[in-house]
Structure formats: C-alpha cells, structure tokens
C-alpha cells in the first residue's frame, strides 16, 4: 500500500493538491516510518507552530530510534509574567495557551478507505512542581492529536519524572479517510530543561510516525494509483 503526506498551502483550509493548493514537499510512503533523520529536509514537510513559551524541533534527546526524533518542550513559567493556571485534569487544553506547541501534517488519504495512526511517544515532566508547590504535577506535560483542530485522542500524560520508556500508540483514522486534512501532535507543557532547577523539563519526544491504510479498487485502478506516486528522500523511510 502507499499513502501521501502533503505539506499543504496552510493559509488555505484544503489539503488536498488536486484542489490547486501549493505543495512543497510531499513524502510519499509504502508501509514506511516518518522519521526526523533527514534534519535539513523535514522542515519542508511539517509545520510547526509555538507560542511565547514553547518550543518544539527536532531533537538527538527525542530519538526513539535512529540518532533523531522530535522534542516539544515548554517554556519559563517561573519568570512568566502572564497568568498560570495549574492543570488538574479538565483544564488541560482551555487554560495557558502560551505554553502550547504543535507539529502538523496535511494528509491526502482521498483513496483510501481506512486508515491507521501509529506513533512512538516518550514524555517527562519535573519534579520542580514538587519542590515549589509540594505536589508533583503530570498535567504540566501534555499530548493530545487533533485531526482538523478537533481532539481525536485522549491526552497523554507522562507517569514518571524521566523514566517513562518509548510506547507506540495507535488511533483509528476510518472516519477521515476518503479526504484531506490536517493532523497535528499539540503539546501544552510547563517548564522546559534549560530552567528546570532539578530535572529534565516538561517534554513530549515523538518518532516513528506511521499512517497506514488500505483502499478498495480493482488492480488496474491500484496499479494506476501506485505508478502514480512519487517517492521523496528522507524523512521518509520505506
């Protein structure tokens, strides 16, 4: 099977470049991995958005495999002088919009007719929280993945400090395949490594990122398809 990922004209709603929209790079994949080995290119094929505390890139700290993965990480609260809400579990997404990072992707999956999201996911947050407020905080490092801005997972929160392993997770795209549209990985973490007194920040490290899916037509229409598609360097590896 093969699927396409489009970096898209973003100022425009439509993925989909048979609707005219400007593609820069698109990575073309046959049951491969994207991963963030390709350090100079994948700029091309992302978009990433922070805010004034936040930062997100691509990192040797957020490799699951290979030498390279990508980190989001938070900022400076302690010196922050807009206002901090605690996250307690309801408030993660509508409270402290200045902490949030995302990294997205435009999806063409206009032929398919199913479709799977994997992807690997490491997550730590401080024990700072603990020292300051004298409660340790896991709220403070947050994931969750929108499809066209809307949540379409659950959040993911780390369980310890730093000693959380790698875990692959897996959603159920169906309900988008058969047309275009973004997905995106938002993170709204605290505190980022560089002025944490005690630890390792608020980090969410993302690699291995996989759509999978699989389309009814008959073999000339599938051979047409497949002959169709062209396939581009890394970050893409298949």
């Given at each position: 099977t093969?699927y396409?990922?489009y970096?898209?004209?973003?100022?425009?709603?439509?993925?989909?470049?048979d609707?005219?929209?400007?593609?820069?790079k698109p990575i073309?994949i046959?049951?491969?991995?994207?991963?963030?080995?390709?350090?100079?290119?994948?700029?091309d094929?992302?978009?990433?958005?922070?805010?004034?505390?936040?930062?997100?890139?691509?990192?040797?700290n957020?490799?699951?495999?290979?030498n390279?993965g990508?980190?989001m990480?938070?900022?400076d609260?302690?010196?922050?002088?807009?206002?901090i809400?605690?996250?307690?579990?309801?408030?993660?997404?509508?409270?402290n919009?200045?902490?949030?990072a995302?990294i997205?992707?435009?999806?063409?999956a206009?032929?398919w007719?199913s479709?799977?999201?994997?992807?690997d996911?490491m997550?730590?947050f401080?024990?700072?929280?603990?020292?300051i407020?004298g409660?340790?905080?896991?709220?403070?490092?947050?994931l969750?993945?929108?499809?066209?801005d809307?949540?379409?997972s659950?959040t993911?929160n780390?369980?310890?400090?730093?000693s959380?392993?790698f875990?692959?997770?897996?959603?159920?795209l169906?309900?988008?395949?058969?047309?275009s549209f973004?997905?995106?990985f938002?993170?709204?973490?605290g505190?980022?490594?560089?002025?944490?007194?005690?630890?390792?920040?608020?980090?969410?490290y993302l690699?291995n990122?996989?759509f999978?899916g699989?389309v009814?037509?008959?073999?000339?229409?599938?051979?047409?398809i497949?002959?169709?598609?062209?396939v581009?360097?890394n970050?893409s590896?298949?």
């Open positions: 093969a396409e990922i970096q898209c004209d973003w100022s425009s709603d439509v993925c989909s470049s609707l005219g929209v400007t593609v820069r073309s046959s049951d491969g991995i994207i991963t963030f080995e390709d350090t100079l290119n994948i700029g094929s992302i978009l990433v958005t922070t805010s004034v505390q936040s930062s997100a890139f691509v990192s040797a957020a490799a699951g495999t290979g390279f990508f980190q990480t938070g900022g609260p302690l010196n922050y002088d807009g206002d809400v605690i996250p307690d579990g309801t408030n993660n997404w509508t409270e919009e200045d902490f949030s995302k997205c992707f435009c999806i063409d206009t032929t007719d479709l799977i999201l994997n992807f996911l997550q730590t401080s024990p700072a929280y603990q020292l407020g409660m340790d905080v896991p709220e403070a490092s947050n969750r993945v929108l499809a066209d809307l949540q379409i659950g993911y780390p369980a310890t400090y730093s959380d392993p875990i692959t997770h897996e959603l159920d169906s309900d988008y395949a058969g047309t973004d997905i995106c938002e993170t709204r973490n505190i980022n490594q560089e002025v944490d007194p005690l630890g390792d920040g608020d980090n969410a690699d990122i996989r999978i699989s009814s037509t008959d073999i000339e229409e599938k051979k047409r497949n002959q169709g598609v062209n581009f360097p970050p590896n298949g």
